[in-house]
DNA sequence: CTGAAAGCGCTTACAG
DNA sequence: CTGAAAGCGCTTACAG
């Protein structure tokens, strides 16, 4: 049955290594004090028995699994793989590996999120995405930090790392009104969220501080079919918005295709757009969006750091990090 | 210091149900012996102390995880996220759980892939990405299974799921033969992978089985900026293709784009084109790029099956699965 | 069906 | 610096 290889112990190590079980375990752990010898005849033994300490059986004695709980995006949003990279090198630089948990479960949603928690994940990671209560609360219960990655849910307090778009909100008014849009226009998806409406506020800010005006606020759907229609709409008014600041590039796209070839518009010359994102499509050929960068990198660096300092500390005191965001202007915006 | 929640054990259910810890541990594990008494007792004091087995503990005296080690891709590839979910849920469903295994370590490499197993995850799903060679020989000392999803790894013995590549090719051959096309030609990137070699093949035979003709096997970058001068400088061809099968939607539109805004080609009037993913751009307005679409479903849910049969079973038999693929025909093909 | 007890592979006081 | 021993929270023969 179990032809399963038996894995080596640190029992094995100390009988090739000529020292007690204990001293082996030392080796393995930082700052233990050690001997040197006895230091390199461990390691010489282990490394011919390649040995690696049980992962297992250390976080049963020492309470910590240094796994982390990571909460996944649910759409196929481009730039999300990249980020997931990022979050997981993140945490295995600092000796900590990333469960997923899957966001939605069909069927057994009650039965599964607990599942997670029988592996004891120090901490929770909600990468760009919306987590559901359940396990929120169960969180809450197990005194699990979570830290939110790139975006807000309503009704939830944890700390987070986030863009700042307020400031993006406010340098997009700024940008159009500079280059002369008279009727600006936010556009955005269906989903609720804090990210969003901060980008509103600065947007709207921005613009009555500048203008007195307030922006028309569009919303559709973030899935490019969806949001077809609700762009039509728009655009076939007479006096539709000469300026639209967009809260994906996958919104700004869908306008640009259809301003074009439904209504043979032009861009920037009859409408200008500023997405949000910089999805590898904005730099396509046929779209040389203008649209705002966000710095996943440092996000992702910084999600982490704030995590594990709660996971490590103790400390639950709540921070929002806002990380600038960076508008690389290409083709969109008239000079 | 450590504030955290002692958490509830099986023996604290055990005193407040009224029976033996061994009992509270045989109510969690299915097919045990217990009473039906026994049984509630346990449940309703399981639920009053919010107690979860602890996983670690299990894994120690059962030697096995429950946890699979997911390699995933490098790249931003948008089809990528959505198969993430897909391999997650199904791995939960059957009582597993993915942990990420970065592919790619900057600095410390050689230490980093072996930290992963320190967890003795039960097996390793290399999810369309490539993998290092040190990864795979680290899986072979411990006998560890892998299974590789989507693609195929040159080198590396192990069982796969993957899309039928070769059915692809020869469908793509035919289909452009029988849309009048002249001059087929197969645009890749430049990283070899066996299911692209495939899909040449499968191109290949079925174009000389029908014409006799041998078709152009033209490599550029699998990334948009980078393929572009590559396709310019065929396009630039006084007798260029006049249909091409490109392995990735990508690639198509770089195509396209570069078709159309550079040599004011029509599509497909002048040039036909096949792409492969059906990835969301494929189905933008600007584009609606006829491609094959995986069943990533399907894959996901075999290429599971197949890991678990081997980790439960021991069964190290290699088995090669092929998932036929579907084209969806939009407009870039004459009718 | 059930309980007492050994054991999984570590960490960590405790002595020395 | 080092070893013997207890203990982490489970599973699983072994008796009953």
């Given at each position: 049955m179990s032809v399963k290889k038996q894995p080596v112990t640190a029992s094995d190590v100390a009988r090739l290594a000529g020292v007690s079980q204990s001293t082996v375990s030392r080796v393995f752990i930082d700052g233990s004090s050690v001997s040197a010898t006895a230091r390199e005849k461990v390691f010489a033994a282990a490394k011919e028995l390649n040995y690696r300490p049980n992962a297992f059986a250390r976080s049963l004695t020492?309470?910590?699994?240094r796994l982390i709980g990571l909460v996944f995006p649910?759409?196929?949003?481009?730039?999300?793989m990249e980020t997931l990279q990022l979050l997981s090198k993140e945490l295995q630089k600092n000796g900590y590996s990333a469960v997923l948990i899957?966001?939605?479960?069909?069927?057994?949603q009650q039965h599964s999120i607990p599942n997670i928690f029988q592996y004891r994940v120090d901490g929770v990671m909600a990468a760009s995405a919306q987590f559901n209560t359940a396990l929120y609360e169960e969180c809450r219960d197990f005194n699990i930090p979570i830290v939110q990655f790139a975006r807000i849910e309503e009704g939830t307090k944890c700390s987070s790392a986030i863009s700042d778009n307020y400031s993006a909100g406010k340098i997009a008014a700024r940008t159009l009104v500079q280059r002369g849009a008279e009727q600006l226009a936010y556009l955005t998806g269906n989903i609720p969220a804090y990210t969003n409406t901060e980008r509103l506020e600065g947007f709207t800010e921005e613009l009555q501080s500048l203008t007195g005006q307030t922006p028309r606020d569009i919303q559709t759907s973030y899935v490019y079919e969806e949001a077809l229609d609700g762009i039509r709409a728009v655009l076939a008014?007479?006096?539709?918005?000469?300026?639209f600041f967009c809260s994906t590039d996958t919104l700004a796209i869908a306008l640009m295709d259809i301003a074009r070839s439904?209504?043979?518009?032009?861009?920037p010359e009859d409408i200008q757009v500023i997405g949000f994102?910089?999805?590898?499509?904005?730099?396509w050929l046929g779209y040389q969006l203008s649209t705002f960068k966000q710095d996943f990198n440092r996000l992702a660096k910084e999600a982490v750091k704030l995590l594990l300092n709660q996971v490590q500390s103790e400390d639950r005191a709540l921070v929002k990090l806002m990380i600038p965001v960076e508008l690389v202007e290409r083709n969109t915006l008239r000079k």
């Open positions: 020492t309470n910590e699994s649910d759409s196929d949003y481009p730039i999300h899957p966001w939605e479960l069909d069927d057994q008014e007479d006096h539709h918005p000469d300026a439904e209504f043979g518009l032009s861009i994102d910089d999805i590898p499509q904005a730099s």
